[in-house]
């Protein structure tokens, strides 16, 4: 896949769309407040902030939502940055 | 008598489920707690337009019926008629953020397939149109099969056709859908939440919208920090000094009404337990309720406008180095008010190591109950005056005491995550709400709620234990040339403490307010209160409590109890909230056991260093 990348390695002000979610990397809890939040196959994502130190964790827009999250958790997401 | 029909308020976190809650129900609420859990129960009543009486509860908020978290839970189980403490609702009111559809319809297709009769409040609609959005909502009603009513739970509007059509839902016979029943295939729902999220939706602008502009400063890596800082500084400042001028009004009130009771008493005991007992007890504590509403109203206020979760965004790199997280930066905020809605608001952690680490170190964060005692023990023993251009030497120890205890705290964090607490952890999600100006009214009654369960403690606990600490210290009485804090029964008990910490400096007053002060720590105060104004009829001299404990007290031994209290566990309500959230003894009897530890170090090596400097 071009232009696919991880979560963690998208830019901030950049936006993508979820390719895939490496749902086996997280555990059952982490991965269904992730399903909460709308983190899905094909929505689209923007990375809008990152913490002060560290940069980590990450403000991500899902959807309408944003949400925080670590990058470590932002990792199991590939995204495409094509034809957004 | 049938009690009147129930109608359950639930929704996602941030959809505006409590303002409505607030905006339907005013101040007619109850907060309580569902059995076995310290999950709040927030109940109220209202009356709809066919002049039928109905109660109305606010659900906790939840993003799905698949709970994970104890609050979500207490959803779940309710919405199934499954908690203890609640029947099952006879009306769902659903609320959904207008601009928040594809994501809240997904819990609303859940919460309509449970089959309860359903009217859903399309909220927030003002900020859905400010970020341009515009929604048909006869359109969501149709693709829902429910009533959708558009409402501004802030701004008390829609509420009258939101009551119609509840009014309309309890009219019509019970109608509980034939069907497939709740659906729990989590990609069909979120299809299906999406569709019709897609259907709804009228036309999208884009705009840039006013919570990403905020959130451009607020959540900068550079100017982020110092806002918090600046917010976290103004916050304290503001709990001294705006709180004096009404704190100085109370105590005039209740030094006046002790007077005049006082003089209209003849002298006896019923004169000293009154104006011992209770007015110099009881009236002690009271005088800080100015600083606890304030402490109180900026934690409202950074809740209410959403900024609270950027604090914990901007904490949470910081606050994974002492093995916790970001989300640990709110109930840890809020212990600073008190710990035990601190305690409870770790619900909130998903992880269960994490959130016991957080409840352990909770209590080290300096209460509003440990304000009584520090600033009587600072106004008494350290000088008024500036050392540098707006900063007064007490409020620089005041500041210390609080560094104190958050140093404290991320100390044994650190310990506690590589010794007992070992291992899980690593998690930080959380939804970052759009900004929003609060409602006066629903802050103004969350603060009216704080003030009673004060003001119910300060009746309550601190009524009893000061009465009977007046007992004890009144009998028997001193005879000629005694003072009346040696020959009492709480003399004696306070000379077996006395053995144990003296070694740390405390003195036999000291001691003597230990032991009540285990019911809550601003009781010291109230104790030490007490037992001066007994001893003060043997002296025959009018001073105020700081003038006799300044003649009393050491300097070193004013700091070491100053040090004690950054540490001790010293309040019944925590360990009791401790003991309900960990489910069991073994965590609270280990809380108190390492505070009190640390707190007789702390103490000791504070007085010891202060004798060494020459202080003593």
Known sequence: MNGAKSLDQLGVGVRARIAAIDWAALDDGDASRLRHFGFDEGVAVESLHAGPFGRDPLAIRVGRMTVAIRRAHARAVRVTTEAV | MTPPPLIAVAGNPNAGKSALFNALTGARQKVGNYPGVTVERHVGKTILPGGRPVEVVDLPGAYGLDPTSPDEEVTRDVLLGKQAGERLPDALLIVVDASNLDNHLRFTLQLIDLGLPTVVALNMVDLAKRDGLELDAARLQKELGVPVIETVAVRKRGLDPLLAALDELLLSPRLVRAGEGPSHDPLLLQLRARDIAMAAIVSETPVRRLTHRLDGLFLHP???????????????????????????????LVTGLGTWIGGALPDGILRS?????????????????????ILFLFILLLEGTGYM???AFLMDRLMS????????????????ACAVPGIMATRTIADPKDRLTTILVAPLMTCSA???????????????????????????????LYLAGIIG????????RRTVVKGGGGAFMMELPKYQMPRLADVALGLWQRAMIFLKRAGGIILTTTVILWALASFPQAGPGQKQSDVSIAGHIADGIHTVVAPIGFNKDISLALLP????REVAVAAIGTVYSLDAEDEGQLQTLEQRMAGRWSLATALAFLAWFVFAPQCISTIAVTRRETNGWKWPLFMVGYLFTLAYIAAGATYWTAVAFGLG
């Open chain 2, 273 to 293: 337990l009154i104006i011992d007992g209770v007015f110099a007890g009881v009236g002690a504590v009271i005088v800080f309720l100015p600083q606890i509403l």
């Open chain 2, 370 to 400: 440990r304000l009584p005692v520090y600033t009587l023990i600072i106004g008494a023993f350290i000088p008024a005056r500036t050392v540098g251009p707006g900063i007064g030497l007490q409020g620089l120890v005041m500041f210390a």
């Open chain 2, 517 to 520: 002060a285990m019911a809550a």
């Open chain 2, 222 to 252: 550079v100017a982020g920090p110092v806002i918090l800082a600046a917010i976290l500084f103004v916050m304290f400042q503001a709990v001294f000094a705006w709180s004096a001028p009404p704190a100085d009004a109370l105590e005039a």
């Open chain 2, 321 to 336: 180095h002492a093995g916790l997280s970001g989300r640990a930066f709110i109930p840890l905020l809020s212990s600073f």
């Open chain 2, 409 to 416: 705290a991320l100390l044994a964090a650190l310990v506690l």
């Open chain 2, 309 to 311: 979760v950027r604090a």
